[in-house]
């Protein structure tokens, strides 16, 4: 079948919108009619080449829609159920999984280096020459072909703008916060960086019932976003000095949660310096892999346990659905992580923006 998506064809090109072909399904694959797909960080690095992407690629994997068409061995969803993209499918039981990290999994892990779904070759084409997934996923595009594992059955009364965004940005942060950090009721959490996912942190915090959370960011607009998804205070470099606020905030000892959700040297820095002796940091933010950043050794002392966590420990048969469940019960926010709708002939000035790092989340709308 054909259908429309954006295909990058190298490193620093303009996306350009083509008719692209899906192969017949395989036993284990779920075609989807992608309804709303996000603009991540993620994407815009692989448009600059700082996240390796086999060429050439359709990006996207934010997604969420309507299984339109299943394998023979599909058992997980079937034609109409509303699903959100996950991009970490795993197997359940090889050796990472079996060692509760399915982040990891082995059976999968090639998919995002190789630019397929999990097995096989791509499932798309251009022009009868192979075009890649992006993180297994490719959802900017109208139709998406994913493996079982990666199609989540969400509740259908989220709607799909909304439910998108739990496929990378907010099961990222609030998994953070949740699954991975586990923090705890009337502890203090600490997040710097309020983009998409460290906003979800600062909401995963508000979840777990931590007192005080602390978002630090160098935009007013953000840090008044992260107010109204739970921040208790907030703190601008700009004006504020952070760490000093900080250790005043917590008896002077410094935060029991940290979170590094800015993606830079100077945000790691800055949440190692201001974690508590013995405090859980958990880096989310990423910036170029190749990149040394340097960090003062007394600041790693202290019994601290510095973890990096991409997905927030993610269980995506599990999480997402909770997650939809949340929102729809009005304790999870989505609404406000939204600040522009738009089509996927518009997904270059959606870039645009995500570059200039004046949206926290652009997503595509599919009619
Ligand atoms: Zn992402
Ligand atoms: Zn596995």
Redesign the pocket.
Known sequence: MQFKAAVLDRVGAPLVVRAVTAAPLGPFDVGVRIRASGL???DLEAIQGSVAARLPVVLG??GAGVVEVVGTAVTAVKPGDHVVCSWNPHCGHCFYCEQDLPILCDRHIGAHRDGTIGDGPPRLSLENKPLHHFMALSTHAEYAVVTEASAIAVPKDIPFDRACLIG??VMTGVGGAVRMARVTPGASALVVGVGAVGLNAVQGAAIARAEPIIAVDLSDHRLGLARQLGATETLNPARDDVLARVKALTHGRGADFAFEAGGGEKTLQLTIEAARPGATVIILGKTDPNQHVSLRFGSLMGEKRIIRSSYGNARPQRDFPWLARLYLEGKLKLDELIDRRLTLEEINDGFAGVKQGSLVRAVIQFS
């Open positions: 991540c960080h993620t994997h934010e990378c940005g």
